[in-house]
């Protein structure tokens, strides 16, 4: 079983020509194989993997198979799954067991998914390099094939168990971006068909850009956070990873819809999203906003905007620039809005009902600052901290409403950008490849964050879709990404276009089934 | 300014009461006017009567609906320990609030009750401080948009010293949506602190009013029409002993005229009686603070009912800021004015169809019998509280009773029947056609008030009897004779001949004392008006 999309599966297990069976145990022999990128938190037991197998087998049979029947999907650990370990990343939460599934998960398993397992994260989803969980950094999987010479390095040593292990001495290796970056390295990698990242402010895109796969932030509204471990709720966004943009159609059509359980969601009935195969370019207007040229944009990531932009144009699409000009605010303005909730949000844990207990429990407030020290990491403190100091009342007119008034205005940009005729917005997801893990880590969480949000943040500010595609190889050999954003529920379209690109471009995707070949190394046969 | 003087002697006649509610008691019985005397006896010596009271109130009452506000647990009142507890009230991360439309009904028509404005849109705010029995770290409550505001309530002001009773009204600041807490449960002897989230997230709706009180009993008159009101509506229980309804107590005191003083907040009030002496409590505190040239503390107190005293809880200056943060995982509530606006599958609150249900309220009814009967306002805050204005009403319209009859037979005779046989005001033990011809009957004069008591019974426990043959039977026709009665009056004085020493030396609540015996020993048979009459002849001759 060769590095096989989604769609293709469900098409080969209709046709008979493979079993759910099949698909699920090379994911998992994949999984099993690239262990050492330490995609996976928690892996479901063989147990109850038999178990969903036996069922979707079963439904095939019985010519009742749903859209998803049988297909591998992993689930970021934020997301929760009833009776099974969900740590967003976290020592706090290293023991908590939800009681419930996650709206996307029920939906999944509704419509024949198969969890495979629970993907790693940057704790609590504050990061953008995967670094920065309690269960120790991401790879990338394309290390595999783009520096060979760490792969026997990496087969020996385990992964790191702590985020502050990268000392000069190891071999230096590529991150996988984050906070997804477990889901979108499962899905790179061939561990599963698809996976849920979140994303607050490009933590689906992100990744997906580092990781070769593409990165889907639907519209705010358009799919339940129910049980989605929340970092900032009036931004955070369940995102999809696939390999193609075919794959993110078909799982966005299964989990989309209203969610009695997340006030939130869009309560209009729901129509499936179509990919137009004969999309007409000529009525599409491409729109090339200024602002994102940043100083600090690599050669490579402009070429392919350029390039890209180029396509469009020669289809006969309209290309033309756009201002967008309180981007540049974006950034800061999200920091302050991210701090507040997180403040707010995290004041449940506390250790009394859940998670981690770990203080005197001579006084409640010993108890409280005990277990969140010692449970939540510098980073996750830090951003309590001033979230904390920007709500307070003296405090609160001058951060907190000045940043939702910025807030309104980066939402106003895109309103004004679309009402002018723009159908979609065309600019780089990251400002490079895949950063070395040395390079990374040479600055905070804090200034990474800013640094590789910066493209991918204003979609959340203004709750418009937005999807990170792979459209091309660095001179390194690494994937290099773009994005579309496209105005509320312009799915259809962004779809449809993206669908385009991806078929224009021919991006060849990861190909690690020589690992399947070579049982003593990672390395290419 | 002769309203604003009489307002004044007014308060200060009330006020005084706080600091002799010993003395009231032992002469409750005596006249007013020897009261009001000792009384500015008493203010001269004792207290500078230029102090007021101010108090505003915050009460909180739990909406009585079947589910919480956020989640669908159940709100049954004493359940087992944390059996009422979905997801959402532990707090466990990922769930979500889901509003309860129920809850929102109930507030618009307590809102529309006490005659607020109701925001069309309204917004949910988290308040935040750390306590084990709020399990998120928040509360979502209404902070910077409430369901409602500035809204006006009647309410029938009575001293609990003099029995009068008094038309007053208060202005509502607002009404606002919100979750209750759970409660710990501290056991010192194991050095456990125990949770029971049954409450958590129970929906309450807080209603915040003007400091517009002047003592205990004001404050505590306003708490009693406001349950009736709530519990007249289906809005809330009013079970104040479960804290189904509680009452906080912003207290200050200054002289009037002058800036108002330092306040202090009384919290969880839970019964009329206590919502009375605390406040009178804190007030008489403040007072002889201010006198003694202390100052009064911004501070938070609550209530000790076994010493009758208020106590420290926290200082004010200790309390955190509450870093309110707009509630982003709700949508503004929106109330629709009417259908034409929602869409048909939408759960929503419509203004038109609240109204539409809202019966009439209390101090309407009160108006309407006082202006169409001419009926005093004591009889009216009877009926209606006894919930028998309806009963009143029918009587009068279609059994041609005469209300001053009427309403004096129901308050004074029906409703203490009603009582005594343990029935409800629903219960008819007596058709309207035997109750009618009762009245009548009292209206005619020829039963006293007394004999009342046992006509009602027994007409009720014997139906097919007509009124005359009960009356016959038991012997309860009136007694006209005055020679009879001036008879046993003869013979009363000259049993008590101190008492009537006494009256003929102004103690004039003799002639109570000496009437009520005379009664008794005409066995009830005689009316009291021209009891006292006759009694009051013979002292002064």
Known sequence: MKSITLKEAVLQLKKGLTTAQEICIACQQRLHKTNKLNMFVTETTSGELQKQIQSSNKAYIEGAAKPLEGIPIAFKDNFCTKGVRTTCGSKMLQNYIPPYDATMVTKCKQAGGIVMGKTNMDEFAMGSGSLDSCHGPVINPWNLVVSPHIHSELSQNSPAESDDTASLNEPDWYISGGSSGGSAAAVAAGACLAAFGSDTGGSTRNPASYCGVVGFKPTYGLLSRHGLIPLVNSMDVPGILTKTVEDSALVLNSVAGHDILDSTTFTEAYTPFIIKEDLDLSKVHIGIPKEFHAPSLSEEVLMLWRKTADMFEKAGAKVSQVSMPHAQLCIICYHVLCCCEVASNFSRYDGIEFGLRDGSEESTEELYAGSRHKGFNGVVRGRILAGNFFLLKKNYTKFFLKAQKVRRLISNDFRQVFSTGVNLLLTPTTLTDAPLHSWFSKQDNRTRCEEQDIFTTPANMAGVPAMSLPLGLSRQGLPLSLQLIGPHFSESLLLSAAHWLEKDAKFSHLDLDFLEFSDKSFRRA | ?541
């Open chain 2, 1 to 541: 300014m002769a309203a604003s003087l009489t307002q004044q002697t007014k308060e200060c006649i009330f006020k005084t009461c706080l600091f002799c509610n010993l003395f009231h008691k032992t002469i409750a019985t005596r006249s007013m006017n020897i009261k009001r005397s000792h009384i500015s006896a008493t203010v001269q010596k004792e207290v500078q009567p230029e102090w007021q009271g101010v108090i505003g109130l915050e009460i909180h009452a739990q909406i009585k609906t079947l589910s919480k506000l956020f989640s669908g647990a159940a709100t049954i009142y004493d359940a087992n320990t944390n059996t009422q507890v979905a997801f959402f009230d532990a707090a466990l991360p990922g769930t979500l609030p889901v509003l309860n439309q129920k809850c929102v009904q109930a507030g618009v028509m307590t809102a529309l009750a006490l005659g607020c404005d109701i925001n069309l849109v309204s917004k949910f705010d988290r308040k935040h401080y750390f306590y084990a029995d709020m399990p998120a770290g928040y509360q979502i409550t209404q902070y910077r948009k409430p369901l409602a505001v500035n809204g006006r309530m009647t309410y029938m002001f009575q001293c609990s010293h003099n029995n009068k009773i008094e038309r007053r009204s208060a202005q509502i600041l607002q009404i606002q949506l919100e979750q209750d807490s759970g409660k710990s449960l501290h056991d010192p002897a194991v050095g456990y602190s125990l949770i029971d989230l049954n409450r958590a997230g129970i929906g309450l709706m807080e209603i915040v009013t003007a400091p517009d009180f002047t003592s205990g009993d004001d404050a505590a008159s306003f708490v009693k029409d406001l349950r009736d009101i709530l519990i007249d509506i289906g809005a809330c229980d009013g079970k104040m002993a479960e804290g189904s309804l509680r009452v906080d107590a912003n207290i200050s005191v200054h002289r009037p005229g002058e800036p108002l003083g330092i306040r202090s907040e009384v919290k969880n009030i839970n019964s009329f009686r206590n919502i009375r002496l605390a406040v009178d409590y804190e007030i008489r505190r403040q007072i002889q603070l201010l006198e003694s040239g202390e100052q009064v503390v911004n501070e938070t107190r609550s209530f000790d009912i076994q010493d009758g005293e208020t106590v420290t809880m926290r200082e004010k200056e200790k309390v955190l800021d509450y870093r309110f943060l707009p509630e982003p995982n709700l949508p503004p509530l929106v109330i629709h004015k009417d259908r034409s606006s929602v869409k048909s599958s939408q759960n929503v609150v419509v203004l038109e169809e609240v109204k539409s249900v809202l019966k009439e309220l209390p101090d309407e009814k009160r108006k309407r019998l006082e202006t169409k009967y001419n009926i005093s306002l004591k009889n009216s805050v009877i009926l209606v509280r006894a919930n028998l204005a309806e009963l009143f009403e029918k009587l009068v319209e279609h059994h041609s009773c005469d209300p001053a009859a009427a309403s004096s037979v129901l308050r004074n005779s029906y409703a203490p029947f009603l009582d005594k046989a343990k029935l409800n005001s629903t219960d008819r033990p007596i058709s309207d056609d035997g109750l009618a011809e009762i009245i009548n009957i009292y209206g005619r004069g020829e039963i006293s008030e007394t004999s009342l008591g046992i006509l009602l019974r027994e007409k009720s426990e014997n139906i097919h009897l007509s009124c005359k043959e009960i009356m016959d039977k038991n012997n309860l026709c009136i007694l006209n004779d005055e020679l009879l009665i001036n008879a046993a009056i003869d013979d009363v004085c000259e049993r008590n001949p101190k008492a009537v020493k006494a009256y003929k030396k102004g103690k004039t609540n003799q002639l109570e004392i000496l009437s009520t015996k005379v009664k008794k020993k005409l066995d009830g048979k005689v009316a009291s008006g021209k009891l006292y009459q006759l009694v009051k002849e013979k002292l002064q001759k």
